[in-house]
Structures are given as C-alpha cells and as structure tokens.
C-alpha cells in the first residue's frame, strides 16, 4: 500500500495555483465582502424550487431592537401575554375563538371541515404480479355525493387557511414535545417555589372551547368517537381516536368487475384555503375486493386495466377508505429490510439505489462513496433540463462528510503525497478520484469532471494495465474507493502555516437562573470528569485540544488555570460593548498539566456566584470574547455556551422580547423566524473566519429568541440544545448525555466544503449549518459526524447517458489534532432519457430530507402557508408527470404513484403538519426556531424518524426475542388497549400503556399492581430483574444510542391527560393543530393530480 507513505520528492507538478485554488482566500480573514454577509437563507422561490433558482438573499432583518422594554418587562415570569396559555390560571380565558363554537358536533371533529363527504373505499387491484420494480397503488372509485357545505369550518384538513387553534388559548400541556414554559416561574429574585416534577399538573381546560386543544382531565374525548360511524361519514371522519379500533368494516368490500359507470366529471375548482374538502370523483375501475396489504396495479403497457369506460354518474354507498389500502411506510420498510438487510452494498457500479436508511446493511466501497456520506434524491438523473422541470423531482444530494462509520466499515485512508500535494485536475482542480481515466500508457489522465487532459507527474507515474487501469489502482485509495483522505499541504492552510491544535471554551452563565436551577453546579462537576475524554486522534493517549473558562452574567469573568498556580485567578471585564480578552497565557491551557487549577477553579465557581442576585445577561458578546481568544491563540476551536434568559443587559446584541403569536398565520409569520438584529450575523461571519464553532446549550425559563440566539451556531457549523424550564432532577439525565456526547464527538475545525460536478450539472444551493460567502464554497466553522450539507443540483447543460454525472465532495479541514486534511468523496450517477428510469430510481426519505429543508428555509421569506401550497403543488407535478409519462393509461379515478415514491405523500403530509410549518397552540415560538434549526443539518435517517416516528409494539413479540420488534403505524388505530407501545423520533420517547394492559405486564415493567397505580409522566423505567423489564429497557437504550439527541422518555397512559402530547406524533392522523389525517391527505393529492392532468 502506497498509504500514508510520502511520494519522491519531485517538483510539484501542475500545482500552478498552489494555494487550494478552489477555495477563495477571501473567506479567510474576513477582511472582504460585505459588512453583512449573505446568509445561507436563499430566497423562497417559489413553486418551482429546483429550477428556479435565483442567487440567496439574506434576512430581511427586522430593525435593530433599539430602546428596550424595561428589564422587567422582559424578566418577567412565564405569565406574559405571550404564554397567555399558560397564564395565571387554570381557567382559560373563555373560548378560543367563534369558530371553535361553530364546530359542529360529530363528524365534523374530524372530518372535512364542511359537511360529510361521501365516498368511495378505494378498491385495489391485485391483478397479477408487478411486472417490473414499478407498481401503482390505486385509489379507485373514490367518490363524493352530496358535499353539502354549511358553515365556514373551523379548521381546515391541513390545506386550509390558518385556523383559531394555533392561538387559541387552553394549550394543556407545559411539557411539550420540545417543553414549554410553565405556567407561571418564580420571579427572579424571590424563591418562589419551582415546578415540582417533570410533567407539572395540568390545567383543566375550558369547557367548551378548548376541546381541541385542551383535552381535560378525563375530559371530553372527540364525541363522535364513542358512537358507530355512520356510513355517510367521508373520509374525514376516521375514527381516529378509537384506540382499539381495527378498521376494515365489512363495507370494504366492493364486487369486482364490473366498472362503475361515471364518465370523467369535470375536476372542482382548484383547491382554494377556503374550500377545506374536497371531492373526489368516483371513475369507475373497481376490481376484485383488496387484500390486507396494498395491492398495487402494474401500470405499464401490456398490463390489464380496468374500468375506463365512462359511463353515467351512479352514486355508490359511502364507505370510508381504508387505511390498510393505502401504501404503508411499515411495509415498505420492512420489504426493504427483508429484501436488501442480508447483502452487503457494494457501490462498484454507478447509479445504484442504496437500501433505505432504516435497513441495517454493511456498505463496501469500491469506487463510489457509500450512502452513509452520500445519499440522492435520484441515482438517475434525466439527461436535460427540460425532462427534469418536467418531472419536478428536485435533484438533490445528502452529503455528511465526517459521517461516523459502524465498527465493522474502515474509516478513510489518509493518503500522504509529501510535499507536491494531491493530484488534480489543472483545470477544474477535481482531486484524483476512481472516476479520472489514465490514456496514453498512464502519462497523462483525461478529467471525467472537466474533459481537460493533465500530464501525470513523475513520481505519481504507474503503467496500465491490458484494461487501461494503472495497475496500482487498488493500492492507491485514491484510484479505487470512492472515500479517502489526503493530507494537506501548507499550501492549504491559512496563512500558509499548519494550524495549532483546535481549543474549547467553556463559557457558563452565572445569572440567578443558571444557579437557582442547580445548572451552574451540575455542569461544573459534570466538566471535571468529562474533561478526560476531549476528543483525541487514533491512539493518542491525550487530547490535543486546549480548554479555557469564562463564566458570565452581565459581565465577564475570565479564568487563568495555568499549572504553576495554586489558584485560578479571575479577571473580570466589564466593558461588554468593546470586548477584549484579559489575559492570554494561562487562559487556554492543557488539561493534564494544569487538573489541579482547574479542578479548584471548578470547584469555586458555583461557591462563588451562589448568592448572586444578577438575572440579566449578555450574549453577544460572551460569543465575540471567545472567538478573539481562539484568535489571540491563533488556533480554531469550539465554544460551548450555557445560557439561560433573553440578553437584555446593555451590550452589543442586546434583545427584546417580540414573540408575538398572533403573528402566526398572517403574512409577518416569517419575522418570527427571523433574528431580530443583523449583529449575530456580522459576529458569525468573523467567528467562521476564525474557524469558531458554537455550541449552545439553552436553558429558558420563557422565551429567549431562539431564532436570533441560533444564528451563530447556525452559522458557524455548531449545534444547539434546548432544555426548557430545566430542573436538575427532572432533566439533568438528557442534558449530561447531550453534553458529554457533544463534548466527546470529533470536529473537523475550520472546514471548506466544495462540490464539484462533471459538465452539465452543477450545485446551486445548499441547505445546512453552514456560511458561505460566495456561491461554491460551503465554510464551516466546525463540522461533526452529525452534521449534513443538503445540495441541491441544476442542469446547465445536457448529460449523457454514457458518462453519466460525477459528483465530488471535497472538505477541507483541520482535524482535532490539528492535522490540515481534505476528505474526499465521490459518487457516479446514472443518466437516463426515459422519465420511467428517474422514478425507478428515486429515493423519497432523500426527497423528503430535501423538501423539508427547502420548506424550512421558506419560512423565513414567504407566508407558511404559501410555502405548504408551494409544497403540495410540487408533490402533485411530480406525481402527475408519473401518471402522464410513465404509468399505463387508466382511469381518472386512480390514483398512481411510482413504486419508489409511494411514501411520498404520506411523508410530505408529516411534513407539512410539522410544528415549523402547523404549530399547535402548545407549539412556542422558540420550539419552531428551535426545530427549524435542527432540522437543517439533519441526515436521512433522521429526518425520516422525525417526521414519521417508530411506533414499535413491545408485549407482542416473545420475550427472548433479541431482535427490535415491527414498528406498526403511526396512528391511534394501530394501538391496542391491551399492548403497550414505544413510540421515537429522535429527540421524543414515549411508552404508551393500554388501559387494558395485563396485571402480570404492569408488574413486571412498572412494579406496580394495576394500571392504576402506574404514574403517568413517569421517566425512568423500574431496573427490574425479568426478561420483559430487560427487554425494554434495553430497547431503550439502543434506541437512545442511535440518535443524536438523548431522548427523555415520558410514560403515557391510555385515556390519560399526557396522552394528547403522545397523540402528537401519530401522524397518520388529523392533527390537533388542522394537519390533515394521511388517507385525508391522499385524497388530496390525487385531487390535485387529477386537475393537474385535465
Ligand atoms: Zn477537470
């Protein structure tokens, strides 16, 4: 192996432009652009994202919050207008809203909003086998009689208008998914007693209106529930909280046959907010009754189809469609786990679809990167732009650079080619890749990026083989893995020097709240062990990172630690508005060296401040001090920030308080994701220039600005945690694990992204944690293995489907040892001229990981609600373009999706009924930014979870079975009163108990007799000795480990008051806050297909 082995010191060859050329200088320093840099939030486009493109725009900023509210304004406890809800008492303030009162009783808690809607079970069509890896489902003969609408609903299905429930008042719950405020907090200086226990009691809610939102104690369930569904009920009208409801009511089942008679009605009028339901016109094209799982028709020429004759309007008897006929993401998942689980994926061959991130597989590389770094949204890309703005499928890649590996994967080679550097392209400066083709008896090499023919160097010369292949092209990583790294040069490095190991800085607010709490004390005893395990490189004994201390309020205190003190030695600053770094020797120091000072240092601190009686803080520059002391130290690093209340002490980044939920559903929505001050922008682009990453630890009492106070992390690469109304007791478990985990994973300092792309194709927009300040190149302050970079690709020219379309990731990074690197990845992709070769080979969980960004990026520029239409039309073209192009002629009343895109609605749906995109009323403003944020450097897997959370059964598989159980669907149908559930999506864990639970099962998981006695809101589970207890605690835990955030466990009780924030994430259902259910949604989108196709 050539690995890691200097080549002959040979004059550099073609490094005419030695110094990275891809790589602007410029975005050293920070001494050019313009004094606010563009942010990495592009302009809302519009319904045509992909091919729409225009240069980002930054942040319309909000002026800047001169004249602050009186500090008491600001501190005031939790019972501000804004947390109205969780206000002085228990009593709402009355009904929420006329429309709540207008709701009519029955079916319309569900269902469309308007009348009952009519229809139709869809009737599938197992009619032979699936010719080909493409199947369509079919949604036939859905039909609507008699859509009589009465009055203006009160919410919509999830298309509408914003509806009253997002401010209504009599939110239940001050433990959201994300945990809200309390209802009222001690005022700052008096110790008014805190929120005892987790899940504080809730309120009861209002009578009458709040139903919605307020399920009370043992309050009114849905009263349609508790009756039989009328046949006339639409399909709005799914018993969704019918816990132990099995569906498949005997009306199912259609005769086949014979086609129902309808010749093609005119579609209604394009779906307006207005218009809440829909009509879906029954075309005939029944067939036999379906199967327990979704059948699917083949759709391609050749294959029978069914009742498209036309024929005359004759009603049908309303049935509900059933859910089990609609494509089931369990299903799918479980095939690909079935079908692609045992087989390791070899990325040999170009264009291959990688199994879906929930399948467990081992990846072998050779020659394309595997899909742990890359993921795309298509493997085959159509050839033109005008296929691929037919289609609409975004072309996008899911690129996580330093993605950690399972045991048995190797990580990248590190190739060292001495002093000349890597190889690349003189032209397009690709770096030397499997994909370059060596001509000419291996003296010069053609780019497969650029077409440019470069010599090859003396010293990188190797003759070919009778293939043409060097025949050291398997001991090269660079000539036979898709993923590999180089060592740098100190021609990559800044300022022509090779960078000194990465520092951290701990930087603790000490205000009244971070030490009433217990916070201060927890963290600093938590950082005396944790010291031991900063991040280190391959074997090394010790971390190469320096630490340093600063705690703060409304000043600063600075710490020298330097070993040779007895004490540590505070110094204080109190000019917030200029600041500078005190000291510099014994500021950032080694650990072992100088363990006694800091570990007294640690000690004294909470001592120090215990008394403190200062609540406000500044924030801005807390962030400014600690990037001039990486800066001073000429080294990159890691800020680690614990903060907990609003910055409204008299300092640069000074903020106000402007959380303002009627702002929710009007056209200023997008302020309230926007930061409030332009100042964090200009203090993230010098942190990025300093290669500062900030991590933020949040630890509000109320609202604290999170869309202003997460910009610097945003945009330096960092990350942000949120702990609301944190109390050791109840939450130091989630934050120790959060802590120690960020604390320990590895960072690649001050990073450059760039991908390059062959002709024809190339990246326009990039969605993540990240800066940029020209259109290439991705800038990272810090970069983890948790960390992606969504790359959105555009057409420039034609491709073709011989050479295909290469893509190359190349980072640049200086690595926790201080070692200049670049890691490289590349990925072959297919081109096809046919539409059917795109849909075979798209990958929804990338499309939706995608859609969700772009969404989520929307929201800062345009009205949520333009953003979610924008969406659906999106959904709707792409399916359309399917139908018209792909799928064998049928009937109107079918509904048609490509076998690889037959999640996509359901998916979609989860994300349009997100908090970001359809708060309900127990959704703060913080939580929103908080998850948008998150959200945007998320990877596939996650996403996924997110949106869709596992719902895993954990009394139905025996006990000694080792593997996780079947995840069942994400909806109340699916629960049995007898079972008992786990549901996740990666920040959230609930165990969900059955009211009908056996004695023995609560025994043995709680301790307790009966189900009565089970605490609801419990968060730890008994450590008790016997198989079920081990079993889920131990499911428990390995979920826990897979996900990036430690995810508290809350236990539910059916028919219990916290059963309403568990129902949250049943998402095939009709949400509280107006998401539509998914068969609801499914409707909806063939709808709109349909008038698409008309
Ligand atoms: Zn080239």
């Known amino acids: 192996m050539n690995v890691n082995q200097s080549a002959p010191p040979v004059p550099p060859f073609g490094q005419n432009q030695p110094i990275y050329p891809g790589y602007h200088q410029s975005s050293y320093g920070g001494q050019s652009g313009p004094a606010v840099p563009a942010t990495p939030y592009g302009a809302y486009n519009g319904p045509v994202p992909g091919y729409q493109q225009t240069p980002s725009q930054g942040v319309p900023r909000a002026p800047p919050s001169s004249g602050a509210p009186p500090a008491s304004t600001v501190q005031a406890p939790c019972g501000q207008s804004t947390y109205g809800q969780f206000g002085q008492g228990d009593i709402q303030n009355g009904p929420s809203s006329s429309a709540q009162l207008q709701r009519l009783p029955g079916s319309q808690q569900f269902g469309s909003p308007l009348a009952p809607v009519v229809s139709q079970p869809p009737v599938l069509q197992p009619y032979g086998p699936p010719p080909s890896t493409q199947v369509t489902a079919q949604l036939a003969g859905m039909q609507i009689t008699g859509a009589v609408p009465q009055a203006p609903p009160p919410s919509g299905l999830g298309y509408g208008p914003p509806t009253s429930l997002a401010s209504a008042s009599g939110s239940f719950l001050n433990s959201g998914p994300y945990g809200s405020y309390p ?49 006339g009920q639409g399909f709005g009208s799914l018993p969704v909280n019918q816990a132990n409801h099995v569906s498949s009511p005997p009306a199912h089942a259609l005769p086949p046959g014979p086609q129902l008679p309808g010749p093609p009605v005119p579609p209604p009028p394009m779906h307006s907010p207005q218009q809440p339901g829909y009509q879906l016109q029954q075309n005939g094209s029944f067939g036999p ?116 590996l399972p045991p048995e994967e190797a990580s990248p080679y590190v190739v060292d080619h001495g002093e000349s550097g890597p190889l690349r392209c003189n032209r397009c400066k690709a770096y030397m890749c499997p994909l370059m083709t060596f001509i000419e008896g291996g003296r010069r090499f053609q780019c497969s990026f650029c077409s440019c023919i470069n010599d090859v160097p003396p010293q990188y010369f190797q003759h070919l083989d009778h293939t043409g292949k060097r025949i050291d092209a398997y001991d090269r990583p660079e000539l036979s893995l898709g993923s590999y790294e180089f060592l740098a040069t100190v021609d990559y490095c800044k300022n022509n020097k090779f960078p000194s190991p990465p520092a951290f800085i701990f930087m603790i607010d000490v205000s009244y709240n971070a030490i009433r709490t217990g916070l201060v004390r927890l963290l600093c005893e938590e950082l005396k062990s944790l010291l031991d395990y900063l991040p280190r490189e391959g074997g090394a004994e010790e971390s190469a990172i320096r630490v340093g201390f600063v705690t703060y309020n409304k000043v600063l205190h600075f710490y020298n630690v330097k070993s040779t003190l007895a004490q540590p030695q505070m110094m204080v600053v109190s000019d917030v508005a200029d600041m500078f770094v005190p000291l510099l020797d014994g500021f950032l120091v080694n650990v072992s060296e100088s363990r006694a000072v800091i570990t007294s240092l640690l000690d004294q601190i909470p001592e120090m401040f215990a008394d403190t009686r200062e609540t406000e803080t500044v924030f801005a520059p807390v962030i400014q001090a600690g990037m001039e002391a990486l800066k001073a130290a000429e080294c990159a690093g890691k800020l680690f920030l ?36 332009g100042a964090y922008q200009t203090l993230a682009k010098e942190c990025v220039a300093q290669g500062c990453c900030v991590d933020l630890f949040l630890f509000p009492n109320q609202y604290v600005d999170v869309a202003t106070l997460s910009v610097v992390p945003q945009l330096t690469g960092g990350s942000v945690y949120k702990y609301a109304c944190f109390q050791v007791e109840n939450d130091q478990e989630r934050f120790l694990r959060d802590l120690r985990r960020d604390v320990q994973k590895e960072v690649g300092f001050d990073a450059v992204m760039r991908v390059r792309t062959s002709t024809g194709i190339r990246a326009v927009d990039f969605f993540g944690a990240f800066y940029m300040s020209n259109t290439t190149d991705v800038e990272l302050a810090g970069l983890d293995g948790d960390k992606t970079v969504t790359v959105e690709f555009k057409h420039d020219d034609r491709l073709s489907e011989e050479s295909g379309a290469l893509l190359q990731c190349a980072l640049l990074y200086t690595s926790c040892a201080g070692q200049r690197r670049l890691r490289i990845h590349n990925l072959a992709l297919n081109c096809c001229t046919q539409l059917a070769d795109l849909y075979r080979n798209c990958e929804t969980d990338t499309l939706i990981n ?129 079972d008992i559930y786990l549901l996740e999506n990666g920040l959230n864990l609930f165990v969900w108990v059955g009211a009908s639970v056996q004695q023995g099962v609560v025994q043995s998981l709680f301790n307790v007799s009966s189900f009565s006695q089970i605490t609801s809101g419990l968060s730890v589970l008994p450590v008790l000795d016997n198989p079920l207890s081990k079993k889920v605690r131990g499911l428990i835990d390995s979920l826990r480990a897979q996900r990036m955030r430690y995810m508290k466990l809350i236990v539910v009780k059916q028919e219990d008051k916290l059963e309403m924030l568990f129902k949250h994430f049943l998402v095939e259902d009709k949400s509280l806050s107006g998401g539509a259910s998914y068969v609801d949604f499914l409707c909806h989108m063939h709808k709109e297909i349909r008038q698409l196709l008309s």
Request: proline share 14%; glycine share 6%.
């Open 183 to 231: 209802q009222s907090q001690a005022p700052p200086l008096s110790q008014a007693q805190g929120h005892p226990g987790v899940q504080p009691p809730l309120r009861s809610a209002p009578p009458l209106a709040s139903n919605f939102t307020s399920p009370a104690s043992g309050g009114p369930r849905m009263p349609s529930m508790t009756g039989p569904l009328p046949p």
């Open 289 to 404: 009754a379906r199967g327990p799982q979704p059948n699917y028709e083949s759709s391609y020429p050749g294959a029978p189809t069914f009742g498209s004759q036309p024929g005359p309007p004759q009603p049908l008897p309303p049935k509900r469609l059933d859910p089990d006929a609609i494509p089931s993401p369990i299903q799918v998942i479980e095939d690909d786990r079935n079908n692609r689980g045992s087989e390791p994926f070899v990325t040999g061959v170009r264009g291959q679809v990688p199994p879906l991130v929930t399948t467990n597989f081992l990846v072998k590389d050779q020659g394309n990167a595997s899909p742990r770094y890359i993921r795309c949204t298509s493997y085959n890309i159509p050839c033109t732009s005008d296929m691929a703005k037919q289609a609409q499928v975004p072309l996008a890649a899911v690129i996580k650079p330093l993605a950690r």
């Open 642 to 677: 614990f903060h907990t209340s609003l910055p409204i002490a008299e300092a640069p980044g000074k903020l106000k308080n402007r959380d303002d939920r009627k702002l929710i559903n009007t056209d200023k929505e997008k302020t309230l994701f926007q930061p409030q001050t």
């Open 850 to 978: 995608y859609m969700a960004k772009f969404a989520y990026r929307g929201v800062l520029n345009s009205p949520v609600k333009t953003v979610r239409d924008t969406l659906i039309t999106q959904c709707a073209q792409i399916l359309a373009c399917y139908r018209k192009n792909c799928a064998s002629p049928s009937s109107a009343g079918q509904l048609i999706l490509p076998e690889c895109m037959k999640l996509l609605p359901v998916y979609l749906n989860c994300v349009l009924k997100s908090d970001v995109l359809q708060p309900g009323a127990e959704v703060t403003t913080d939580d929103r930014a908080y998850v948008r944020q998150l959200v945007s450097s998320m990877d596939v897997a996650e996403t996924n979870v997110f949106f869709y959370p596992r719902l895993l059964p954990l009394t139905k598989s025996p006990l000694d079975s080792t593997t996780e159980p079947p995840a069942v669907r994400a909806s109340e149908e699916r629960l049995s009163s007898g």
